[in-house]
């Protein structure tokens, strides 16, 4: 199946049924903008991103998850995101991989993230779900840095 997934147009039934799987509230979601920082900032890179914008301005790093939908082939998913807080306004400083003016955002408090050690992040795996059911479920891992371009996925057994 070939997806062309997007940001939401809405928040409607599909968007909401994602994010009452990770145990969230739909009603904390929120659309962002791309607020342009920084022409170092990578597409990619959230967590890099907003870890450097934090040691520059202070502001708080939010992590949580960018929300995705192919309407066309009812498929819906969920990706570990970071954005910043600055003046209690979240804020999307990562530039798009796909062009996309806006996104869909969701906080989350209630798993592991941010830095765990001096090459790695702690993340989570995408929860993608299709025609209601999931497919793929949330997997704890981390984001650990090869070298200034690469980095790998590596999911934690646990």
Known sequence: MHLKPKTPKKINGRVK????????DHKNSTFLRLTA?????RAGYCFNNCELESKKTGAKVVYGWQIWEDPKKSFIEAEFHAV?????????ISPRQ????????IEDSLRSSGRKSDDAWYSWTN??????????????CEVVELDETYSELRILEG
């Not at 796909?98 to 955002?105: A, D, N, R, S, V």
């Not at 929860?127 to 704890?140: H, Q, R, S, Y």
């Open 17 to 24: 049924s994602l994010i009452q799987e990770l145990n969230l």
């Open 127 to 140: 929860l993608k779900m299709i025609n209601g059911f999931v497919a793929e479920t949330v997997k704890e």
């Open 84 to 92: 910043i807080k600055e003046n209690g306004s979240l804020l999307d």
């Open 37 to 41: 920082r920084d022409k170092s900032y």
């Open 98 to 105: 796909t062009g996309e003016e806006k996104i869909l955002f």
